[in-house]
Each structure stands twice: as structure tokens, then as C-alpha cells.
């Protein structure tokens, strides 16, 4: 039998420099305005930080493995997840992000990476409508309100 290694794979052009669109992931002043509630530092390679969703009561270890300023960010944060950036003009950025090494059988592997993927395809858009017109849409907030924790 074949073993299955899902890949989550998500891209979207955001029309801004890449140092701006670099920045806006490994700054958590910046992350907070789309994507996570709280990040206990910016990212730095060989660190580790810490990422909360303060709505969700969750939390997540993040080992930063590879930091490459205005190209590449790698984590591992239970899975190995990628941020490619490339440059399309001087105000247009093509940001990938991958995530692999989903465990399980193949249909709860399966399961995790298309849920990774739409989760970080609504971080882009996040990010996208953060960065460009500096409106915070609340996406993570509001992807799944039945799952809030009551304060």
C-alpha cells in the first residue's frame, strides 16, 4: 500500500513590496491585525514563539527553522509549514505557503491538510485586505464563532 503525504498549498498575489509582505508574518504586531490574537515575539530562525488565538482558548508552539529576509519563512509547528515569497513587480508580491508532514491515517491526514489549506488561503485574504487597504476583516475571528471560548 502506497503511503499518502498530503501537501496544503495555498498562494495569493498581495499588491504591496515584499518587505512589507515579508514583515507582515514575521512581526506579530502586524500578524495580529489578520491572522492569530497574539504572538509572544517576531519571528527569528533558531527561536521559538508562541502563537494564541485568544478566541479559540488555543495555542500553538512554533519552532522557526528557516528565516531567508524577503524570500522564505519555515516553521514547524506540528507540521512543517513554508512562506515563499516572490517578487512580481516593485509593488507585487506572489506569497505561497505549503504545510506537510500531516500524521495519521490517510484519511485523517488527508482531512488535516485540506482544513490547513483552508485555513491559510483565509490568512492570505486576511493579509491581502490588511495589507492593501488596511481593512481587518476578521476572517480567523469568524471562521468558526460556534467555537469561541465564553470569557
Not at 482558548?57 to 515569497?85: C, H, M, S, Y
Not at 516593485?90 to 485540506?114: K, L, Q, Y
Not at 492570505?124 to 460556534?146: F, M, S, T
Request: contains cysteine.
Amino acid at each position: 500500500m502506497r503511503e499518502l503525504n498530503p501537501v496544503a498549498k495555498a498562494e495569493m498575489l498581495i499588491r504591496k513590496p515584499v518587505s512589507e509582505v515579508y514583515e507582515a508574518f514575521i512581526d506579530p504586531a502586524i500578524t495580529t491585525k489578520f491572522w492569530f490574537t497574539k504572538g509572544s515575539a517576531r519571528l527569528e530562525a533558531g527561536k521559538q514563539v508562541e502563537w494564541t488565538w485568544e478566541m479559540y482558548g488555543a495555542a500553538a508552539p512554533v519552532q522557526v527553522l528557516e528565516l531567508e529576509e524577503n524570500k522564505r519563512i519555515v516553521i514547524d509547528w506540528g507540521t512543517k509549514a513554508e512562506w515563499t515569497f516572490e517578487v512580481l513587480s516593485e509593488s507585487e508580491t506572489f506569497v505561497t505557503i505549503t504545510d506537510s508532514g500531516f500524521e495519521g491515517e490517510a484519511e485523517e491526514a488527508t482531512h488535516r491538510a485540506i482544513g490547513s489549506t483552508e485555513g491559510f488561503t483565509i490568512v492570505l485574504c486576511g493579509a491581502k485586505a490588511y495589507l492593501e487597504h488596511g481593512i481587518q476583516l476578521n476572517l480567523v475571528y469568524d471562521k468558526a464563532p460556534y467555537a469561541h471560548v465564553k470569557g
